[in-house]
């Protein structure tokens, strides 16, 4: 049975006869279905019952069922309610807007809004980028997706999407301090995100894209960096890109291999791989090979889409053809963005010494980090249950902040290649191991690290 996740948690009420083992009872019975008992208390108390919330992780939604059999088959036992402490978590949406000046007065309201307002517009009005001081756009990002590319569960649709969205929002203040907001389109045309996006770009000092599903995302993000005046980030490929090239510096300094060296597999030429592939160059990356869903990006190929035309331009320079399995025989370093179970142990163990695997793909990697580390020196995943978790909240919500600091109007290739940096000189040398090559997501240092490169490099408005 795999492990209980507190994605699936959930809280029974149980009503139990008074006894000196009834809450010990519970926590056996719930401890042998496999659970992982988080919280126990009593809620109701009379003389000869009580009512009693049970807290627990469970593996999946069929285990709450489990769960509730084994609880019910004790003597004089009820369970009134499940809850699904996931959904309850999400009930009414995660995040809201608050106030940041007092409105106690009539005096307060004077200067807030009417009469005291209409000179600050008249202001704006005659100089739009007095915008960035008096209004929310000095410190707001807009959240932008259609719901075609949502985490592992693909076109999901905007209403769907909007969970996810507000996630990256809570993400962006918890860490940063940066107020954002989900904006969620009813429209898969490309022509039409952008017009829409870009007449919604008063409000906002920045865009990030999210979850728009490639090839479109690529034509919508350089669009919108060309006819905004605001920059515009796809986090599925550059906050991706960057938190792989900073767990990759790591991995490099602790086998003692150079980037310009080592030979490199990307499995997934989306909007992530073809990202990673890109900053990777830019970070000095000579010799690396592309695998897509039709088999490797091969040298001078020709493609009807302008990414993979790309690739097949300034990646494998060897003009290696083959498959996958073949590829990643006699390599450094294997990077996986794709889909799970596509490697066994036998490929990994072709691969050079102190290889590195980064198998990302969520939530079945692809290849499972326990057989990959049998070979190789450094395993990373996208998962939080195993070491190295490389995940992408490392690096947005900093970098916007560095973005909003500078009143910047463009994203660089330098500002990826700083942010990805200080991300990795978070961890110290005596701190830098095998299992640790990447700071926590909790790290506080991290965003303000990011923070301070983006900014440093960037380039002011004007």
């Given at each position: 049975m795999a492990a209980p996740s507190p994605g699936y948690s959930i809280t029974l009420q149980v009503e139990t006869p008074v006894s000196f083992t009834s809450t010990t009872d519970l926590a056996a019975a719930v401890a042998a279905t496999g659970a992982a008992v988080t919280a126990l208390d009593v809620v109701e108390s009379h003389h000869s019952s009580m009512i009693v919330a049970v807290s627990c992780d469970t593996v999946d939604a069929g285990h709450a069922e489990t769960v509730r059999t084994a609880v019910e088959a004790l003597e004089g036992v009820t369970v009134h309610e499940i809850t699904d402490r996931t959904f309850q978590l999400h009930e009414g949406g995660k995040i809201e807007t608050t106030l940041r000046v007092p409105l106690r007065t009539r005096n307060d309201l004077s200067r807030a809004y009417t009469p005291g307002v209409a000179r600050v517009c008249m202001a704006i009005a005659e100089d739009k980028e007095l915008a960035r001081q008096f209004t929310i756009k000095k410190n707001t990002?807009?959240?932008?997706?259609?719901?075609?590319?949502?985490?592992?569960?693909?076109?999901?649709?905007?209403?769907?999407?909007?969970?996810?969205?507000?996630?990256?929002?809570?993400?962006?203040?918890?860490?940063?301090?940066?107020?954002?907001?989900?904006?969620?389109?009813?429209?898969?045309?490309?022509?039409?995100?952008?017009?829409?996006?870009?007449?919604?770009?008063?409000?906002?000092?920045?865009?990030?894209?999210?979850?728009?599903?490639?090839?479109?995302?690529?034509?919508?993000?350089?669009?919108?960096?060309?006819?905004?005046?605001?920059?515009?980030?796809?986090?599925?490929?550059?906050?991706?890109?960057?938190?792989?090239?900073?767990?990759?510096?790591?991995?490099?300094?602790?086998?003692?291999?150079?980037?310009?060296?080592?030979?490199?597999?990307?499995?997934?030429?989306?909007?992530?791989?073809?990202?990673?592939?890109?900053?990777?160059?830019?970070?000095?990356?000579?010799?690396?090979?592309?695998?897509?869903?039709?088999?490797?990006?091969?040298?001078?190929?020709q493609h009807t889409d302008s990414n993979r035309q790309w690739l097949a331009d300034h990646t494998n320079e060897e003009a290696f053809s083959g498959s996958l399995k073949e590829a990643v025989a006699g390599r450094d370093v294997f990077i996986g963005v794709s889909a799970p179970n596509l490697l066994d142990e036998a490929d990994v163990e072709k691969m050079n010494e102190d290889s590195i695997i980064f198998a990302m793909s969520?939530?079945?990697?692809?290849?499972?980090?326990?057989?990959?580390?049998?070979?190789?020196?450094?395993?990373?995943?996208?998962?939080?249950?195993?070491?190295?978790?490389?995940?992408?909240?490392?690096?947005?919500?900093?970098?916007?902040?560095?973005l909003l600091d500078a009143e910047a109007s463009d994203i660089t290739d330098e500002m990826l290649v700083v942010a990805a940096q200080a991300i990795a000189e978070t961890i110290t040398d005596e701190e830098l191991n095998p299992s640790f090559i990447i700071p926590s997501v909790f790290d506080p240092e991290v965003s303000v690290r990011v923070a301070e490169a983006v900014a440093r490099v960037a380039t002011p408005r004007g």
């Open positions: 990002v807009a959240v932008v997706t259609d719901g075609t590319a949502v985490l592992g569960l693909g076109d999901i649709g905007p209403e769907a999407a909007m969970p996810v969205m507000e996630g990256k929002a809570a993400l962006f203040k918890q860490f940063a301090g940066v107020d954002a907001w989900p904006v969620a389109l009813d429209t898969k045309d490309t022509e039409e995100i952008i017009s829409i996006v870009k007449a919604i770009a008063p409000a906002y000092g920045g865009i990030n894209l999210e979850d728009i599903s490639a090839p479109r995302c690529f034509e919508i993000e350089a669009r919108l960096r060309e006819e905004l005046d605001i920059p515009v980030f796809h986090d599925d490929q550059h906050g991706t890109a960057i938190v792989v090239q900073a767990a990759l510096t790591n991995a490099l300094k602790l086998t003692g291999k150079k980037i310009e060296d080592v030979k490199i597999v990307v499995a997934g030429v989306g909007a992530a791989g073809t990202a990673i592939i890109k900053l990777l160059m830019a970070s000095g990356a000579r010799h690396i090979v592309a695998s897509g869903r039709s088999g490797i990006i091969e040298r001078g190929s969520n939530p079945d990697p692809e290849v499972h980090p326990e057989i990959a580390s049998r070979h190789a020196a450094i395993v990373a995943t996208g998962r939080s249950d195993f070491p190295n978790q490389i995940n992408n909240v490392l690096a947005f919500p900093g970098f916007f902040r560095g």
